[in-house]
């Protein structure tokens, strides 16, 4: 009888253990979608510049299509789903999606490839901030370890994606694009099953207890500000940089090494590979020993590597690609964490504005990026990009925020 009891005790929690988990590796697959799909754009880049006759800074301009339609729109829709959450709002974001990359394999001419990376860049402007939110909401207190696990999801797709391209597309050509389209249909099914999830959550949630917080308690606005700006300038320096081995890596093997296009391939899948590795880490260990101890380990900590990496042969660029990767992409989740613990209750707001300031600083970063090689040499470029970690020793004016398990 007392064993029926207990059981009949513990199954209501298990029952809610299950059902996050499963929402958050929902979500993590969601995302390994979404950001495959993403990443074929500059994986296909040396085919578009063969196709098109394109120069370095047209494709930093494709770049900076897709980041900066994801950078303006994310803050909005973040701020938005605070006050309005929309449930079916990432099935419709990837519906976008969907289109774009159908329009991206028939393009006939730059402009349209221009557009269609703008709509790519749509659908993901959708998805990040409310999908953060949901992760957050089926965390049960693990925030790290919930941000991390879903960011995973979109470092593994911007692994795959490369990797996908290099065996589908490079070989056959634009229009097996359209074979990334299934990818698209599985999100739309997936995000549709979360989104009735958290339409049931909504329901049960009595008015007025979603309340915003406007700052950190003991913390003053200005105070605030200052250190959202601080987390702001760390992920310039990693997003840049970011940007600069994601669209320029494969160009620079085959520049300093003659690597073939299909090898600078696999090498690109490494670094991102171990940027999801990297990623994973991040967010259980900020819950263990602190954001700001995982922010100043993955920003500073990675600049000794980065340094040496233009200086190397091949076989240790690839070594320090993996290690630089695995450092740098960890403090994400660190950083995003301790930006909503400074603005508790804002989580979309929070989500939307810096996932959208890394998608807006990538792309402006690419385009600059893109111009600066074509002014002097990839080789340069990647030694400029070189000395960004730098900027890590920023961390020491962030205040220590206790941890917080709620």
């Not at 557009?115 to 999908?131: C, D, L, N, Q, R």
């Not at 549709?192 to 917080?213: D, E, F, H, I, Q």
């Not at 400074?342 to 111009?371: E, H, N, Q, T, Y």
Request: with cysteine; aromatic share 12%; charged share 10%.
């Amino acid at each position: 009888m007392s064993t029926d009891v207990k059981e009949t005790a513990r199954n209501p929690e298990h029952e809610v253990e299950t059902s996050t988990l499963g929402i958050l590796l929902a979500l993590s697959f969601s995302h390994l979608l979404n950001d495959s799909i993403q990443a074929l754009i500059p994986a296909i880049y040396p085919i578009l510049k063969e196709s098109f006759g394109l120069t370095f800074t047209q494709i930093g301009l494709i770049t900076l299509t897709f980041q900066m339609v994801g950078s303006v729109l994310q803050p909005f829709v973040g701020y938005y789903t605070d006050r309005n959450p929309k449930p079916y709002s990432l099935a419709f974001g990837m519906g976008i999606t969907l289109c774009g990359l159908i329009l991206l394999a028939l393009a006939p001419s730059y402009h349209g490839v221009l557009v269609a990376a703008g709509m790519v860049g749509m659908g993901s402007a959708i998805f990040h901030p409310e999908s953060s939110r949901m992760a957050r909401l089926a965390s049960g207190g693990r925030h790290g370890f919930a941000q991390s696990l879903f960011q995973v999801g979109g470092n593994a797709g911007s692994a795959l994606g490369p990797l996908l391209a290099a065996w589908i597309i490079v070989p056959h050509g634009q229009r097996h694009i359209l074979w990334f389209t299934i990818f698209a249909f599985a999100g739309i099914v997936v995000l549709s099953r979360v989104g009735r999830w958290y339409a049931n959550r909504l329901a049960k949630t009595t008015p007025g207890s979603s309340a915003l917080a406007h700052g950190h308690p003991g913390m003053n606005p200005g105070k605030v500000i200052f250190s959202l700006c601080v987390l702001l300038t760390l992920m310039f320096s990693k997003f840049i940089y970011l940007a600069c081995m994601t669209s320029y890596y494969t160009f620079f093997l085959i520049h300093k090494f003659g690597v073939s296009v299909q090898g600078s391939q696999l090498f690109l899948f490494l670094f991102l590979f171990a940027v999801a590795i990297g990623t994973l880490a991040g967010g259980p260990i900020g819950d263990r020993i602190g954001r700001k101890w995982v922010i100043w380990i993955s920003i500073l900590g990675v600049a000794p590597f980065a340094l040496l990496l233009p200086h190397a042969n091949l076989f240790w660029t690839a070594i320090l690609s993996l290690i630089v990767g695995m450092i740098m992409a960890s403090a994400f989740p660190a950083i995003l964490v301790y930006a909503t613990e400074l603005m508790p209750g804002r989580v979309g707001l929070i989500a939307g504005l810096f996932f959208g300031f890394a998608f807006g600083i990538g792309g402006i970063g690419s385009a600059v990026l893109g111009k600066l090689a074509d002014a002097t040499s990839i080789l340069f470029v990647i030694r400029v990009c070189s000395f960004l970690p730098l900027l890590g020793l920023l961390t020491g004016l962030l205040p220590n925020l206790k941890q917080r398990n709620t």
